[in-house]
């Protein structure tokens, strides 16, 4: 043994470590992704069209209607579907992790489902549901009570209507960050408070609320910073609604002429409320991270809902009709139905759409070849870049990882769009001329899917003791073959979580795609909005169901490949 | 992913100069513009190339029919539809070429002021097809054998026949403004539709922008495309539209979708879509041969019948039913005022309507 140890040590200086340089290099790509767009929309928004400093775009961002109306809207939906996501998934995830609620499992896939859901699709479906005349639900509205045709029970065209399909797929990244914060509540607490004699509701208000209350305001921010950021859902009901959202009107500010020196000033607030929300919540909850507290600690406890139990699925299951039931229901209806405000019955069926989008609509095929091609590089690259910096935070590695570790969280600052913005002023011109490649898009993705991969990834890291690289290591390994043969086939679930949230990511994406696509790389979330704006409605819910096939196949797909394990569809963590 | 093309320098030698253009064609001189057949030799250079992208602004469905009878007629040449707004399809080119990316063969475009720009920037290659020589009318083709009307048609009011009676039905765009259609009207609009941007255009000329003040108190539903209300009327989501393509109301109409065109009295704007090549088409031979065929008798027949638009080959026959052309008041068309200014327009808009 002595000598087998004392041959590899000999060995050593010959086998380089290469480590070093690959992690710099790592480092150097990350600033480049991020600090180079983020540089030139500072450079745009503080000159003008000769190149000249000037503040100009931001005095007319502040002084002109066109641009405060919108900054408004977004401050109201972003603060109500706050709440609103909250109210809904605090309670929700608490059924599901700490009652004996049945099937709660089906739960957790099912708010999956919606997570899984585009939100744009989410909102053209609701569209299909709620438009004031021709919604399906106004119709039975109007058949069930007799109303009058001017009656409607929703308008989705609305602010409220806009809050609404927001909320509706911003939950589940609450209910997750809930749910798994009380997942690893350790039951002894609530047991000794109970010995002690405090009653149930006192003991919930005293150790398991406080408990999750980090992840609940995690989630409020996470859910705020969503609906802030979100350009489709907008997009597709807010200009039917008459006003602009901060997303949309940066979009429109693209339109011709560009301008683009406006478009950058108007992102530069989104960015600097996302940053300053971020440092918010890091001294609100400063070390407050009870839940990982160490130890052995037992299962949370279940509570018995005793004849609650039915009500409780029952309440769980209508909040979930509004993201995916009835969406699905109007898709599908839509995807047959000769109008797609008429309901489906057996006389009025039809495959037009189904033969249109399969046989005529020639940019299907390109749109699906780019995205499968992005979701699947995009999710592997990512995974692998996230998968070296959780290694080099977690292990302390080399210096300046600290460094590294915010790097590859900044870009949850950077909101979809401004990203695009930001990709689109730095790759247009020399040295990096990328725009109407696959590249640019690929970089944007990635860039945008780095943070949560990152966190995800360096969770899963604090799990595993070095020891065990240790071990490697003194037997000569390098960094890289320790973490390769070691460490890897140790976090292969969480690799397969992070890659599927990836991807999943990928075919979500439209803000920053809406800015960097050309014809030749169009992907299928642009193919979905280039459609709804000339109203072809059955054609969008056909790839929209599609999508929705393709993206839980592919899911599937790679939780099933040999030797890697299957994890809880409904645990994806942010 | 880019293909290979020329520089941008190459470009700008060429831009502004016409004479230059002839370095750029091969096969077909591009200096003169004499009418260009149809030859064997095109259609063999054409199906090497394999394909055309073809960038337009006429309603999807009936973009991939035309694409679908070229691609039956000389099979072997696939046709890419990139279908969006006019306004958007401008901006899209305008980006792309801004990156020196030269992806697209033909251009179709509801408005057409853009033509007028790009043959200034010298983006356009002259081309005549035989039919456009012989067939079409002067005011229908450039000077300079750059681009011919594609297609013609009208931007209308129309309701929904369920929703509203006949007799209760607006006349005009003054009645547009009776408040019982508050919160009933749907619009599309200027920033996105060239169709809008034209008619826009022709109507603050002739009934003035006071007319879309009081419209914009009328709680109107605001869509982009001129094809997306004619659409929300089928749905039945609003009850009367306040412009969008009398070629789209043609074919909800006749495949039995409960709704009606009216033609407004103070006249219906006119709007034309022409076609053009790029001078640096990645696929110059398909790029022809497609546009050839997009003014052909066959081409021009399928447009009208299963299209719903105006022709201006003579040899094509009106469809059995519907308004002929002649008989209806038309506003006055204006491409070249039109360019001057969308600008204004667009903003003057976006004030008014608030989006």
């Not at chain 1, 086939?489 to 994406?509: D, H, K, N, Q, Y």
């Not at chain 2, 100069?17 to 054409?46: C, D, K, M, Q, Y």
């Not at chain 2, 694409?67 to 080119?93: C, L, N």
């Amino acid at each position: 043994m002595s000598a087998l140890i004392s041959t590899a040590v000999e060995r050593r200086p010959a086998a380089i470590d290469i480590s070093r340089p690959v992690l710099y290099g790592f480092a150097a790509v990350l600033i480049v992704l991020i600090v180079l767009p983020m540089s030139w929309l500072l450079v745009y928004s503080v000159t003008d069209r000769t190149g000249a400093l000037t503040l100009d775009n931001f005095f007319r961002l502040f002084s002109e209607s066109a641009f405060l109306d919108p900054l408004i809207a977004t401050f109201i939906i972003a603060t109500s579907s706050s709440f609103f996501c909250c109210a809904v998934a605090a309670p929700m995830g608490w059924l599901v992790a700490r009652t004996d609620m049945p099937v709660g499992g089906v739960i957790r896939v099912l708010v999956t489902a919606s997570f899984v859901t585009p939100p744009f699709l989410g909102a053209i479906a609701w569209e299909l549901l709620a438009a004031p005349n021709s919604g399906l639900l106004n119709k039975i509205f109007r058949a069930v009570t007799g109303a009058p045709q001017e009656e409607s029970l929703f308008n989705i065209y609305s602010l409220g209507g806009i809050i609404f399909v927001v909320s509706c797929y911003t939950f589940p990244y609450v209910f997750v960050l809930v749910a798994n914060a009380l997942d690893r509540t350790p039951g002894e607490l609530e047991d000794a408070s109970s010995i002690l004699g405090g009653k149930r509701w006192y003991t919930a208000r005293r150790i398991t609320i406080p408990l999750v209350l980090p992840a609940l305001l995690a989630g409020a921010l996470v859910a705020f910073l969503q609906a802030m950021t979100l350009f489709g859902s907008p997009a597709i009901l807010a200009l039917p609604a008459g006003f602009h959202t901060m997303t949309t009107k940066i979009w429109s500010l693209f339109q011709y002429p560009p301008k683009p020196e406006l478009a950058a000033a108007a992102a530069l607030p989104l960015l600097l409320l996302t940053i300053f929300l971020l440092r918010a919540e890091h001294m609100i909850l400063g070390r407050r991270g009870y839940s990982v507290v160490g130890g052995k600690y037992g299962a949370p406890r279940l509570i018995a809902l005793g004849r609650w139990r039915w009500p409780a699925l029952a309440l769980c299951l209508v909040v979930l009709l509004n993201p995916v039931f009835l969406p699905y229901a109007a898709l599908f209806n839509a995807a047959f139905a000769p109008v797609a405000s008429h309901f489906l019955t057996f006389s009025n069926f039809t495959l037009h759409n189904i033969e249109f989008v399969l046989f005529e609509l020639s940019a299907t095929k390109l749109a699906l070849r780019n995205t499968v091609i992005l979701g699947t590089t995009t999710a592997t690259i990512g995974t692998v870049l996230a998968l070296v910096i959780a290694y080099v935070t977690a292990r302390k590695a080399v210096p300046g990882y600290r460094m590294l570790g915010f790097l590859a969280t900044a870009p949850i600052a950077i909101p979809g769009i401004v990203l695009g913005v930001g990709l689109f002023l730095s790759y247009t011109r020399p040295p990096f001329i990328l725009y109407g490649t696959l590249w640019i898009l690929l970089i944007a993705f990635l860039t945008i899917s780095l943070p949560s991969a990152y966190q995800q990834l360096q969770a899963a890291f604090r799990n595993i003791h070095p020891e065990l690289e240790d071990a490697s290591r003194i037997l000569g390994a390098t960094r890289l073959q320790a973490l390769r043969q070691i460490t890897a086939p140790l976090l292969r679930t969480s690799v397969i979580a992070t890659w599927c949230f990836v991807f999943v990511g990928v075919m979500r994406e439209l803000s920053a795609a809406i800015i960097l696509f050309t014809s030749e790389t169009k992907v299928i979330s642009v193919l979905i909005f280039d459609l709804n704006e000339s109203g072809d409605l059955g054609a969008i819910s056909v790839i929209g169901i599609a999508m929705l096939v393709i993206t839980f196949a592919v899911v599937i797909l790679v939780n099933r490949i040999p030797g890697f394990g299957v994890v809880g569809a409904g645990r994806l963590r942010t | 992913m880019r293909k290979p093309t020329f520089s941008r320098r190459d470009l700008l030698k060429g831009t502004g100069a016409l004479a230059a253009g002839a370095a750029f064609s091969t096969r077909v001189s591009a200096a003169a513009t004499p009418a260009s057949a149809i030859t064997p030799a095109l259609i063999e250079a054409a199906k090497k190339e394999g394909k055309v992208i073809y960038y337009t602004s006429v309603d999807l469905p009936l973009a991939e029919k035309v694409a679908k009878s070229f691609e039956a007629k000389y099979p072997g040449i696939a046709v890419r539809v990139e279908r969006t707004g006019a306004e958007r399809v401008f901006q899209r080119i305008s980006q792309e070429y801004g990156s020196n990316i030269h992806a697209v063969d033909v251009v179709n475009s509801s408005d057409a002021a853009h033509f007028i720009v790009w043959k200034r920037q010298g983006f356009l290659a002259p081309y005549v097809s035989e039919d456009v020589a012989k067939f079409y009318p002067a005011e229908h083709k450039d000077v300079d054998g750059q681009f011919a009307s594609f297609r013609v048609w009208l931007c209308i009011i129309g309701y929904n026949t369920d929703l509203v009676k006949a007799e209760q039905a607006p006349k005009s765009f003054a009645d547009l403004l009776d408040p019982k259609w508050v919160g009933k009207i749907v619009k599309a609009h200027p920033g996105y539709s060239g169709t809008i941007m034209t008619a826009t255009f022709q109507m603050q000329r002739d009934i003035g922008w006071d007319y879309f003040e009081k419209l914009a108190q009328q709680k109107i539903m605001q869509v982009q495309s001129s094809a997306d209300p004619p659409k929300k009327l089928a749905l039945g989501e609003r009850a009367v539209m306040a412009d969008g393509n009398e070629y789209n109301m043609f074919q909800l109409k006749e495949a039995g979708r409960h709704v009606e065109i009216v033609y407004p009295t103070e006249g219906s704007p006119l709007i034309i879509g022409p076609n053009a090549i790029f001078k640096a088409a990645p696929n110059p031979n398909a790029a022809r041969l497609f546009n050839s065929y997009c003014f052909s008798p066959e081409a021009q027949q399928l447009i009208v019948d299963t299209g719903g638009l105006r022709s201006m080959h003579p040899s094509t026959k009106e469809k059995a039913g519907r308004t002929p052309f002649k008989s209806i008041k038309v506003m006055k068309d204006d491409a070249a005022a039109v360019e001057k200014l969308s600008e204004e327009i667009k903003t003057r808009y976006t004030k008014i309507f608030k989006v």
